[in-house]
């Protein structure tokens, strides 16, 4: 009997915090949704900063493959003011060469990022600058 109220309890505690926590992540989207909005109407009535046009850019080059040294291959960041835009990247080897670009929304990538791409979005977003120096290479 002391085992179920207790189980029972259990459950009940969980559902509640599952519940609150999905209520607490919709207000949160909710306020971001809101404050985006007022920047852009913002930008739009006062025209001083068009927070849709690309202003945050960062090079990342690497050595992607093996057979490829002297960092040829690259990921290209290109952010507006909300965080959204695309991440072009170039992996380059002696016989061919692969470009893949993916859309950025809000600083996160809308497919999966290798960490090259992310650490792009990274650099554009905290303002270092167009080149950023690799901290490791994949292989």
């Known amino acids: ?17 599952v519940t609150i926590g999905l ?9 971001v949704e809101e404050c985006l909005d007022a920047l ?15 202003r945050d850019v960062a090079v990342y080059r690497y050595d992607a493959l ?6 040829m291959s690259f990921s ?8 959204d835009g ?9 016989t061919e060469t692969r ?3 993916r859309a950025v929304r809000g600083g996160k990538g809308m497919q999966p990022l290798a960490p090259e791409e992310e650490q792009a979005v990274r650099a554009a977003r905290l303002g270092i600058g ?10």
């Open 99 to 101: 470009t893949y670009v």
């Open 40 to 54: 852009a109407r913002k930008s739009a009535t006062d025209g001083s900063v068009d927070n849709k046009a690309i």
């Open 66 to 71: 093996e057979e490829m040294s002297g960092r």
């Open 86 to 94: 695309i991440v072009l990247t170039s992996i380059n080897g002696r």
């Open 1 to 17: 009997m002391l085992v179920t109220v207790v189980l029972l309890a259990g459950v009940f505690a969980g559902v509640t915090g």
């Open 23 to 31: 209520l607490t992540l919709r207000a949160a989207r909710g306020s």
């Open 76 to 83: 290209v960041a290109l952010i507006d003011g909300f965080g």
């Open 130 to 139: 167009p080149e950023v120096e690799p901290h490791r290479a994949r292989h």
